[in-house]
């Protein structure tokens, strides 16, 4: 597609709910990113995708947060037993290189936990 | 510690006035730099970077930013604000260790005033 398309634009979720956010990428770019973003905060990263293979997820703040991108493509940060503190936006982006420019992000996941 | 700052949360200026939005960053090496904006509900959009060469970085939509690397800094100009400019800036960087992700500082909130 032309740009990077996230699912849901917004979610609300109950305290201890599973969710999972949709991330399309450019088609063709090999990289992607999810960052989280919370209120009144810089985006923060959380993992990186090249291709398939998952090379960092150091910045996932707990083992309830998982990401995948099993064909290289789309994909799917899930977060399992949703806490307040989840409650941000959630940012996907995608890039055709690897010098960090020619990032392209997408509008984002707008997470609220209740 | 490495880190991005932006030393101001919040700055208003007058429409048709100069703009300079400040940041500092503290890595060893110069990393790549970079200035996004984000405007509410919206993903972020790249204004310009800085990888080498001419320090005087010229982006999108009038922007312009130096790189000092005396002061490790990397400043946000416009000669002459609009009411559009009104959004969220947001520095970043990519440190320079062969790996590409982003690091964001916290973020000015640019008013305009008419």
């Known amino acids: 597609g032309a740009g990077v398309s996230q699912s849901p634009r917004y979610k609300v979720a109950k305290r201890g709910q599973d969710v999972a956010l949709r991330c399309d990428p450019i088609s063709g770019h090999v990289s992607l990113f999810w960052y989280q973003q919370a209120l009144g905060q810089g985006p923060e990263f959380l993992t990186y995708?090249?291709?398939?293979?998952?090379?960092?997820k150091s910045g996932l703040p707990s083992d309830r947060f998982f990401a995948e991108r099993p064909e290289g493509s789309v994909s799917t940060l899930k977060i399992q037993r949703t806490q307040q503190e989840d409650s941000a936006v959630y940012l996907c982006?995608?890039?055709?290189?690897?010098?960090?420019?020619?990032?392209?992000f997408g509008s984002g996941t707008r997470l609220t936990v209740v | 510690a490495q880190s991005v700052t932006q030393p101001d949360i919040h700055i208003t200026v007058s429409e048709g006035a100069s703009l300079e939005l400040r940041c500092n960053y503290s890595?060893?090496?110069?990393?790549?730099l970079f200035w996004y904006v984000q405007s509410p509900g919206q993903g972020l959009q790249l204004l310009l970077k800085?990888?080498?060469?001419?320090?005087l970085v010229q982006g999108i939509k009038g922007f312009e930013a130096e790189f000092k690397r005396s002061q490790s800094s990397f400043n946000l100009r416009k000669p002459s604000v609009h009411w559009s400019d009104a959004a969220e800036y947001f520095c970043a960087v990519v440190p320079n260790t062969g790996f590409q992700k982003l690091v964001f500082g916290t973020g000015t909130r640019l008013l305009v005033s008419p």
């Open positions: 800085y990888f080498s060469g001419d320090t």
């Open positions: 995708f090249q291709n398939e293979a998952q090379l960092d």
């Open positions: 982006a995608s890039s055709s290189t690897n010098t960090g420019d020619g990032y392209t």
């Open positions: 890595y060893g090496a110069t990393p790549y």
